[in-house]
DNA sequence: AGTGCGATTGACT
DNA sequence: GTCAATCGCACTA
């Protein structure tokens, strides 16, 4: 759920990948430094980063606070504020919207400034409330990683139209 | 202080 | 399929 000033913007999450306590492909691997502070927060706050100089992702911190991991959020079926997406986004395609971290955190308007937020309660970034998930599960190595390329980390609604990543490791 | 490259995407061949 | 965009952090010295 993002709160945003244009009005409410909402998704279903239907793809995420954890990084997790001693994963070298994890920010937090290496210790706390300013960047992957928000990593150390309690589990249910934001992590918010910036890749490639160009792109925002976010994450779910996993752990107890003080120690680092989280899951990124990989994709979004659109519920709700579609129109506005669009607009976050630049083009009308549905599946496109979201689909991908870089595109979903600029669907929601996810910068910087929603770094460290509380995810657990209502705010201008939060989980809101379960929605049952549809179909199974499935789980794959995880998507642009050249450490711990092997762990199968990533999980997705397996019918899912919004999902990343190739064809393969759909299923 | 300098360098290399990343939890990606979109444009192009 | 390839490749540029573009920034900050981690790493080396």
């Given at each position: ?84 997406m669009?607009i976050h986004r ?16 600029m669907a929601?308007h ?62």
């Open positions: 759920m993002r709160e945003h000033p244009t009005g409410t913007l909402a998704g279903r999450i239907v793809e995420t990948e954890a990084y997790i306590v001693g994963d070298a492909a994890g920010h937090a691997f290496r210790g706390e430094t300013p960047r992957n502070r928000s990593l150390f927060l309690r589990r249910g706050h934001a992590y918010v980063y910036f890749v490639y100089g160009c792109w925002f992702a976010v994450n779910v911190s996993g752990e107890i606070a003080g120690v680092g991991a989280g899951v990124l959020l990989r994709a979004l079926e659109p519920i709700e504020g579609v129109a506005q669009e630049g083009t009308q395609k549905l599946l496109d919207l979201a689909r991908g971290p870089g595109r979903l955190a929601m996810i910068d910087r400034r929603l770094d460290g937020v509380d995810l657990c309660a209502m705010g201008p970034l939060w989980l809101g409330t379960a929605i049952r998930p549809v179909g199974s599960i499935g789980q794959s190595v995880r998507i642009g990683l050249t450490r711990e390329a092997l762990r199968k980390l990533r999980f997705f609604e397996n019918d899912s139209r919004f999902v990343s990543g190739p064809g393969r490791l759909r299923a």
